[in-house]
């Protein structure tokens, strides 16, 4: 069965530190994707990005940047130079194309707060 | 905002009622999923429809139904309810074709508040 165990149930930084989340997942499938969500304190998710199983090439967009390892199925997300409004409960969520359809299987999110 | 439209935005009703949520994919979707997050179960897929058919379930219940409709909005019904079932209920929607697993965009949320 699929699982998704994000170990940092909260953080808490300063303004302008890096901060990464962590992501471990299980699975059986050889084809899978693994997305990460972001929900803020107004309630809604928000799709951050998606990762095929056969793309280990790490992605960077503007502070956000996403670390992809198969070999220790991880799937680690970084902000670099947090601010406030980074402050929402992040979510790693997983997804087995052949076996179980498109739902996704998420974690148990990590907290972050930012601080000024 | 992503295109996803959910109604009512809150909810709040008595134990042992009946209750409709409704949900309006973004456009050309049609793919449509409802997730229910509550404080002891996290974010839990309850079922998928695909262009008007079932396509998987999840931890749904008896009393939990859905359909999607021709014009592919979607209604998730919940029966008897329970105190338990107070939570946040997500539609979210996928541009999918079937043959790969694409992201879901999720609506805004109806909160669900069962007294």
């Known amino acids: 069965a699929q699982k998704v165990t994000q170990a940092q149930t909260e953080i808490s930084v300063v303004e302008k530190e890096d901060v990464t989340l962590d992501c471990v997942y299980e699975?059986?499938?050889?084809?899978?994707?693994l997305f990460w969500y972001k929900q803020p304190p107004s309630g809604e998710l928000v799709f951050l990005i998606r990762?095929?199983?056969?793309?280990?090439q790490n992605e960077i967009s503007g502070r956000y940047s996403w670390n992809f390892q198969k070999s220790t199925s991880s799937f680690n997300f970084t902000i670099t130079a947090s601010q406030v409004v980074d402050s929402a409960v992040y979510f790693c969520?997983?997804?087995?194309?052949?076996?179980?359809?498109?739902?996704?299987?998420f974690g148990e999110g990590t907290q972050l707060t930012v601080n000024p | 905002d992503s295109g996803v439209t959910q109604t009512p935005k809150h909810l709040i009703t008595a134990t042992g009622q009946r209750v409709t949520l409704r949900c309006s994919p973004r456009?050309?979707?049609?793919?449509v999923y409802w997730y229910q997050q509550s404080l002891d179960q996290g974010l839990q897929f309850l079922i998928h429809?695909?262009?008007?058919?079932?396509?998987a379930k999840g931890n749904i219940l008896e009393r939990f139904s859905a359909q999607q409709f021709p014009d592919l909005h979607s209604e998730l019904n919940l029966s008897s309810l329970e105190l338990g079932d107070s939570a946040l209920y997500f539609c979210?929607?996928?541009?999918?074709?079937?043959?790969?697993?694409?992201?879901?965009?999720f609506g805004p949320g109806t909160r669900l508040t069962v007294t």
């Open positions: 429809y695909y262009n008007g058919e079932e396509r």
């Open positions: 990762r095929n199983s056969f793309d280990e």
């Open positions: 456009s050309g979707d049609l793919s």
């Open positions: 969520a997983l997804s087995e194309g052949e076996t179980s359809g498109s739902r996704l299987t």
């Open positions: 979210a929607s996928s541009p999918e074709t079937g043959s790969s697993s694409y992201e879901q965009y």
């Open positions: 699975t059986r499938d050889t084809t899978y994707y």
